[in-house]
């Protein structure tokens, strides 16, 4: 069991630095990319999940916030590009 709860806490740490590596790098991955914030929902999510599990409440704080602003982050984005589509949509049938 201890060992897969290791496990569980070096991929969601993977995952973040994979995030943050490339979002620093990387030309394609921005803070506003749906990777991007899929990489943090990832890794956050399992940290909490980890930080549960150890009893570690300040980390289980830190990460279920991180969890949070990543999960509202990327509801903007999807929003924010279906909301165009629906209404080109709405006009094309009125038309």
């Known amino acids: 069991m201890l060992y897969l709860i290791l496990v569980i806490g070096l991929l969601g740490m993977i995952l973040i630095l994979i995030g943050f590596i490339l979002e620093e790098f990387s030309k394609r991955i921005t803070r506003d990319s749906v990777n991007y914030n ?17 009893n570690g409440i ?9 969890f949070l602003v990543a999960l509202t982050k990327l509801y903007k984005i999807v929003t924010k590009r279906i909301k165009p589509h629906i209404l080109n949509k ?6």
């Not at 899929?38 to 150890?54: D, E, F, K, R, T």
């Not at 709405?90 to 038309?95: A, I, S, V």
């Open 58 to 66: 300040p980390f289980l704080i830190l990460n279920s916030i991180w």
């Open 38 to 54: 899929l990489l943090n929902i990832s890794g956050s999510g399992l940290l909490v999940i980890y930080a549960y599990l150890i």
């Open 90 to 95: 709405r006009l094309k049938k009125k038309n």
